[in-house]
């Protein structure tokens, strides 16, 4: 449902790559399904990873695509020893400080770096493979990205990784802290007007007894601790939520102040459940209010979906049976265009777990107290439903 417009963007970009007939000198047509997709500059380049890890570039906003690939392996060529793998790209990272800029990240710890959308491209190669990686969303060349090694050393815990900062686009890094599990920048310019430095690094770290939500705002010459026995964290536009344990098999959700420029939390407060360990998924917070799914247990095919005030501390149900997702945490989306409209898929007969794909439009507008929901039975749901009549 959710991923529906993907979906038919996808069909159209490889129909027009198909049917179009002036596939002449290095343009091919699509050699696989599209994995990923990357509109770049001024909307008018798409760059496009297919699920054969091949990267193709159209200047034409999808109508020809050409195979840059082979101009990558030949960068990649020049830093790397003729006894390495090259590897191939895993994932296209795009600057939302500079719209030319994208990162190609590869599966053999070389990636490659291009100021011009694609048209040129530098390979870099590092003595580390890099995990996860975060651009820094208004200063263009900071990124930070995390070493996967093997821990040599007695400190270096399970689950953690190196953080590294480079200010150059990845010709030179720096190590930064180690035992880390989750990082990343402030997230925009509205939390930097917040009072937040742009130098800000949120960090999930990792001690010999529990782990800690961290701030640092100098590169981690130093940092303050935020949250202890921090489970995980979820930043977002306005909020910062970190999930704490505070019994043997409880957690609480603390929700940052909107007064505090993310430092400070209150605990968020529910109806009528206790959080079970680890089950909680923020959905989305764009609106000024907070929806997100809790589940009893991590395997649950639904959860409890619910709504929070203006301040996102106070919640209260929306939907008792929403349908869960491996990927976004619930079947649940907004509605572009639509101020305060969101759409959740609910399942119908909990027991049998039929009749899943039935919709619900949630409106939030013009404030959440006036929540108010819809219900929309599929056709494949109605049927279902005079089959069990």
């Known amino acids: 449902m959710a991923n529906f417009a993907l979906a038919f963007l996808f069909a159209m970009l490889i129909l027009r790559a198909v049917c179009n007939s002036k596939f002449l000198g290095d343009f091919y047509e699509l050699d696989d399904l599209i994995q990923e997709t990357v509109w770049c500059g001024k909307s008018s380049v798409i760059l496009i990873r297919t699920q054969a890890n091949t990267v193709y570039r159209s200047e034409d906003q999808g109508s020809t695509f050409m195979r840059i690939t082979k101009k990558m392996q ?8 003729k006894s390495k793998q090259i590897g191939s790209v895993t994932r296209i990272l795009k600057s939302e400080a500079e719209e030319n800029i994208v990162v190609f990240m590869g599966s053999k710890g070389v990636f490659w770096v291009s100021e011009d959308c694609g048209k040129s491209v530098k390979a870099l190669s590092k003595d580390f493979d890099i995990g996860q990686v975060r651009m820094h969303p208004s200063i263009p060349r900071l990124v930070l ?15 953690t990784h190196e953080l590294y900062l480079t200010e150059d686009l990845g010709n030179k890094w720096k190590k930064l802290a180690s035992n880390i599990k989750q990082f990343d920048w402030v997230m925009s310019n509205e939390q930097i007007l917040l009072g937040v430095p742009g130098t800000r690094i949120y960090a999930l770290m990792r001690t ?20 202890e026995n921090c489970l995980e964290y979820k930043l977002r536009l306005h909020k910062l939520f ?7 098999d409880e957690v609480r959700l603390l929700v940052s102040t909107s007064d505090s420029r993310l430092e400070k939390f209150e605990q968020a407060v529910f109806p009528d459940i206790k959080l079970k360990m680890k089950n909680v998924h ?3 917070s764009s609106e000024g209010v907070v929806f997100l ?9 639904y959860g409890r979906l619910y709504v929070s005030d203006a301040g996102g501390t106070k919640y209260r ?10 990927v976004r945490g619930a079947d649940f989306a907004k509605i572009q265009g639509l101020e ?12 049998t777990l039929r009749c899943y794909h039935c919709f619900c439009l949630l409106y939030t507008s013009p404030s959440p107290r006036d929540l108010s929901t819809s219900r929309m039975p599929s056709s494949a749901c109605k049927k279902k439903k005079k089959q069990q009549i």
């Open 74 to 81: 030949k960068a990649a060529e020049k830093v790397v020893d």
């Open 145 to 159: 990205a995390t070493a996967v090694k093997n821990c040599e050393d007695e400190l270096c815990l399970f689950g």
């Open 208 to 227: 010999q007894s529990a782990d800690m939500l961290v701030k640092s705002d100098n590169y981690f010459k130093n940092f303050e601790v935020l949250v």
């Open 242 to 248: 970190a999930l704490q344990s505070f019994r043997r």
């Open 282 to 284: 923020i959905l989305d």
């Open 293 to 301: 799914l809790t589940t009893r247990k991590p395997t649950a095919p």
């Open 317 to 326: 149900l929306a939907l008792k049976h929403c349908l869960r997702s491996s």
């Open 340 to 351: 305060g409209v969101y759409l959740a898929s609910v399942v119908t007969n909990p027991c």
